[in-house]
């Protein structure tokens, strides 16, 4: 277990919070710790955002939450009732992620006893706390620790493709155990929707300079690409998984022929990964994907040498297989232009210096 960047931003969002709070008496401190720990976000644009929407939503449940107490009381069914129309209110604005703080609020000022003086002034006080919490929960996501997923998601990239990559040499080598790889797809699965959130907030990260802004749009396009080639080497062993019986019953010069063009795809895929991070020379990669380029091609001829009617059940439930990885070879192309593009041109702007780091 890791402690990431955001859990660390959350409790000194926290702390802050509630020593902010403390400092100007107002109770109950709590209130500005709950808003802190709600509103720390995964990315600075999306803290920004969700402090906005806090303090809209914060504010018109505070307003319910005094009109029901002034003019129909605090019982609990009186509670539950503004609680109801507060939520409904927070769907017709489209406010999703500020009704559970919301609901905290309406529920702390109605049920609240204040002490001898103005009720409206303590419900104000309440709203303050809240706005504490949000605002500091801001301010450290922006200025402490601001997260860079573009670290983050090009290693998880790098990562699952080097664990598709080894259990679909296992596979092809007819050594790996059956029960353990579908338990592998489960993970893999999960680690496709936590690349897609990364690169999601990637997207999501506000840059200030044009200079800047257009450098990162191509480097998005590129992992866009990155990320297409790394799912489809997840249907290559999901297809592979459904299929390997009839591949080992097929021709073995045809197992072999296949074997070698898909292992030589492999590599040629994480040359292009090691290659984005400058970690291959250009010269070196240029002669091996020339070579690996005509690959498809030798694996379309090789299928229609080697095709067998006698045995077709195995040749056509082997097909699919064949269709997956020429489109592979096809995505690896297309991602090898975009990497050697985005090298070649802009070299200042399109500077990489990736570290691998602590995941949130």
């Known amino acids: ?52 929407d806090n303090i809209q939503g914060n504010v018109i449940g505070a307003i319910i939450a005094i009109l029901f107490v002034k003019f129909i009381g605090s019982n609990p069914f009186v509670i539950g009732l503004a609680v109801i129309i507060v939520i409904v209110i927070m769907l017709k604005m489209r406010l999703h992620p500020t009704i559970n703080l919301t609901m905290v609020t309406v529920i702390v000022i109605m049920s609240g006893q204040p002490p001898e003086g103005d009720f409206t002034k303590y419900a104000l006080e309440r709203i303050i706390l809240v706005l504490i919490g ?29 664990e598709l990559l080894k259990w679909i040499r296992l596979m092809s080598q007819h050594a790996s155990e059956h029960t353990k790889i579908k338990q592998e797809l489960a993970s893999f699965d999960e680690n496709k929707l ?29 992992f866009r690409q990155m990320i297409a080639s790394t799912n489809k080497l997840h249907d290559i062993l999901k297809v592979f998984y ?25 590599n040629y895929h ?68 975009l990497v050697e593009s985005f090298q070649t041109y802009h070299k200042s702007a399109n500077k990489m210096n990736l570290v691998e780091e602590n995941e949130e």
């Open 1 to 52: 277990m890791r402690l990431g960047a955001r859990s660390l931003k959350t409790g000194l969002a926290v702390a802050i919070a509630l020593i902010i709070s403390k400092l100007l008496h107002l109770t109950p401190v709590t209130m500005s710790g709950i808003a802190a720990a709600v509103a720390t976000q995964p990315s600075v644009r999306r803290s920004l955002r969700t402090m906005f």
């Open 134 to 162: 949000v605002v500091c929960a801001t301010i450290v996501n922006i200025v402490f620790l601001p997260p860079n997923y573009e670290n983050r998601l090009y290693y998880k990239i790098l990562n699952q493709t080097n």
């Open 194 to 222: 936590k690349i897609d959130n990364y690169y999601h907030w990637y997207k999501e990260e506000r840059t200030y300079f044009k200079k800047n802004r257009f450098a990162k749009h191509r480097r998005a396009v590129i």
């Open 242 to 266: 459904r299929t390997e019986q009839d591949f080992h019953n097929l021709p073995e010069p045809f197992k072999d022929t296949l074997k070698k063009r898909l292992d030589g795809l492999m």
């Open 270 to 337: 994480e040359r292009i990964l090691l290659k984005f991070n400058g970690k291959i020379r250009d010269e070196h990669h240029e002669e091996y994907a020339k070579d690996t380029c005509q690959y498809k091609k030798k694996i379309t001829e090789s299928f229609i040498d080697f095709y067998d009617e006698t045995a077709q059940t195995h040749w056509l439930n082997v097909f699919p297989l064949i269709a997956e990885i020429v489109a592979y070879s096809q995505l690896l192309e297309h991602l090898d232009m």
